[in-house]
């Protein structure tokens, strides 16, 4: 069987040193200094918000392990804040990490107030971008596609994502009540077979690399056995 690799984009990530050192829902988010939103994140979880966190550190970080760390907690919100208005911003920026390795350790040094970030953070991209779906969000669900609609929504929505990753960023991905930080894309061919493969940061899971299968018909069109997923900025 002869096998083709007809797009294959990857971003640099490494689940031991590029993700947060705390997982979705984790209970310490109750009591991170935001008391509603974090009591509600500790149950329910913040993936969107540790998603973009995640993001914004690995578009525009620069960690300087060498250099004298002398981040009070004013200055690591001052970097953190800096950070994710590139991201959202879609822009590119240095902003210099002194005295960390990695996200993992200095995040490691300030899990406070990264936790404070991803709460915020999460409830905004909720109100923003994810509210105004949700009728079309509870109707599908987890279902599979419905018809050439959703075909072509699922096509369009696996071609946002990798318009971002060919510049650089790394987009979120949302599906049925969660949301993941997409780190590359890869699509294989073969004389009976083509898919879309998207590996990502899962927050439920951080010390894995996820992949997400999208089955496409020899045409390029996504097949009804997928779901829906939606590429949030």
């Not at 419905?146 to 929505?157: F, H, I, K, P, S």
Request: glycine fraction near 6%; proline fraction near 5%; include cysteine.
């Amino acid at each position: 069987m002869m096998l083709s690799v007809l797009l294959a984009l990857s971003l640099p990530y490494q689940p031991a040193t590029d993700a947060l050192c705390f997982k979705n829902a984790d209970p310490a988010l109750a009591d991170a200094g935001i008391p509603i939103l974090g009591k509600l994140g500790a149950k329910q979880g913040v993936c969107q918000g540790m998603a973009e966190v995640t993001a914004a550190f690995l578009e525009n970080a620069k960690f300087a392990p060498d250099l004298p760390s002398t981040e009070s907690e004013q200055e690591a919100n001052t970097l953190i804040a800096r950070l994710l208005a590139f991201h959202r911003n879609h822009a590119r920026g240095l902003v210099m990490i002194n005295g960390s390795k990695n996200l993992k350790e200095f995040c490691e040094k300030n899990k406070k107030q990264l936790m404070r970030a991803a709460i915020l953070e999460n409830a905004e991209i909720a109100a923003e971008q994810i509210l105004p779906l949700l009728p079309e969000f509870f109707t599908v669900k987890k279902g599979n596609l419905r018809g050439l609609a959703d075909q072509e929504q699922l096509a369009t929505a696996l071609s946002q994502l990798e318009a971002s990753l060919k510049v650089g960023q790394y987009p979120l991905m949302l599906y049925y009540k969660h949301v993941v930080m997409v780190t590359g894309m890869k699509e294989l061919i073969s004389d009976s077979a083509r898919e879309i493969q998207v590996t990502v940061y899962d927050s439920n899971r951080p010390d894995q690399v996820i992949t997400h299968v999208f089955p496409l018909e020899m045409d390029g069109l996504p097949k009804l056995t997928n779901h829906l997923v939606w590429a949030l900025r």
